[in-house]
């Protein structure tokens, strides 16, 4: 499975981005395609998941301003966010993750995400 990450830049607060993530390769066994982030000189965090089901999961700080969302047809993953703040500046990454693995086996490069105050 390949991850490739696209849609970073830079955005001034308050504004919006819309991060993508092409899938492609054996992608059929994988059940959770999540996003994460890096900050400088800090871990990487989780920021969302989804599940194939549909079901999604949101780290406190951004649950009410980013959306996470895939395109089954398109083998996309998407994640939307808004009200962008400085905070949220990072490298993100997307990954995927396969039924019954409990950390993510695949991952893409990360998209850089930068938020001007």
């Known amino acids: 499975v390949q991850l490739q990450a696209s849609g970073g830049g830079l955005v001034q607060a308050g504004g919006s981005l819309r991060l993508s993530c092409a899938a492609s390769g054996s992608i059929v066994s994988i059940n959770t395609m999540s996003w994460s982030r890096q900050a400088p000189g800090k871990q990487r965090e989780l920021v969302a998941s989804?599940?194939?089901?549909?079901?999604?999961y949101y780290v406190d700080s951004v649950k009410g301003r980013f959306t996470i969302s895939r395109d089954n047809a398109k083998n996309t993953l998407y994640l939307q966010m808004n009200s962008l703040k400085p905070e949220d500046t990072a490298v993100y990454y997307c990954?995927?993750?396969?039924?019954?693995?409990?950390?993510?086996?695949?991952w893409g490069q990360g998209t850089e995400v930068t938020v001007s105050s």
């Open positions: 990954s995927a993750r396969r039924l019954g693995s409990v950390t993510p086996n695949y």
């Open positions: 989804i599940v194939v089901g549909g079901s999604t």
